[in-house]
């Protein structure tokens, strides 16, 4: 069978690097942390989907969050993506993997 092709490296702290080393600074003119790379990764409104009716209010000022109660909307190409679908794709990949095997070790 053919070699598999090296993986590149998916970590938060890989990124932070790259994204330092672009000149690339968070909101507040610092480097971006692990844990702002961290919810970016796993939050597929970075790669410009946006998804309407998440929440909804069941009483005046109450509000829940939706697990199928109603229905939700799915926006495609709502925004300009920070992460391509790809990446993000990878990356779920990838933390699906370690999630398993963390999971049978312990």
């Known amino acids: ?3 598999e092709a090296p993986k590149p490296d998916l ?11 672009q000149g690339i600074k968070s909101v507040h003119g610092k ?7 961290n919810y ?3 939050n597929e409104h970075y790669t410009g989907v946006l998804i309407l ?3 909804y209010n069941y ?3 109450k509000e829940r969050r939706n697990r199928g109660e109603l229905p939700m909307y799915r926006v495609e190409r709502h925004h300009e993506p920070i992460i391509s ?3 993000f794709r990878a990356v779920q990949q990838v933390r699906a993997q370690r999630l ?5 070790g312990a």
Do not use: F, G, N, Y
């Open 31 to 37: 480097k971006v942390s692990r844990a702002a790379v």
């Open 59 to 61: 009483r005046p000022r």
């Open 100 to 104: 398993r095997a963390h999971r049978a």
């Open 1 to 3: 069978p053919p070699a």
């Open 85 to 87: 679908r790809e990446t």
């Open 53 to 55: 009716q998440r929440s």
């Open 40 to 42: 970016m990764v796993q």
């Open 11 to 21: 970590s938060d702290e890989h990124i932070c690097r790259a994204l330092e080393r």
